[in-house]
């Protein structure tokens, strides 16, 4: 016998019902997204596009690398351009760089999209991926 009582004891007419999402495709949702997606454009933007540089220079690195396996003499004059020193900057490029950059900008975006809340504080977010980069 069902009295109107859920298991917690709440009562059916006390209990808190989740607001209802706007309909989709509708014009409050579409505003909604387009403010949510303002707020992010900045912070989003300069951890992708940096993510992408780092991705390039890595590449790069990993080229040279490979390149210093089957040719070892290949740029012998230069000291920073050995396989021990390349290796390690192309792994710390593409660890650091590519996948630390690009994953926290995917995270900020899907964080405000799926919360439905404008990101916090953009500038300071901003700041923190030029400071990353010059780190």
Same mark, same amino acid.
């Given at each position: 016998m069902n009295d109107g009582v859920h298991p917690g004891g709440a009562s059916a007419s006390t209990a808190a019902a989740p607001a209802p999402a706007p309909p989709a495709g509708s014009e409050v949702e579409r505003l909604t997204l387009a403010r949510i997606d303002h707020s992010c454009r900045?912070?989003?933007?300069?951890?992708?596009?940096?993510?992408?540089?780092? $991705?390039? @220079?890595?590449?790069? =690195?990993?080229?040279?690398?490979?390149?210093?396996?089957?040719?070892p003499d290949m740029?012998?004059?230069?000291?920073?351009?050995?396989?021990?020193?390349?290796?390690?900057?192309?792994?710390?490029?593409m660890i650091y760089g590519w996948g630390a950059m690009a994953g926290i900008g995917v995270? $900020?975006? @899907?964080?405000?999209? =799926?919360s439905r809340v404008p990101l916090a504080f953009p500038r300071l977010l901003t700041a923190v991926a030029v400071a990353w980069n010059l780190a």
């Open positions: 900045l912070p989003v933007l300069w951890f992708i596009v940096s993510g992408v540089c780092w $991705l390039l @220079l890595g590449s790069m =690195l990993a080229l040279v690398a490979s390149a210093k396996l089957h040719t740029m012998t004059r230069w000291s920073w351009a050995t396989f021990g020193r390349v290796r390690p900057a192309h792994l710390n490029a995270i $900020l975006w @899907l964080q405000a999209r =799926l």
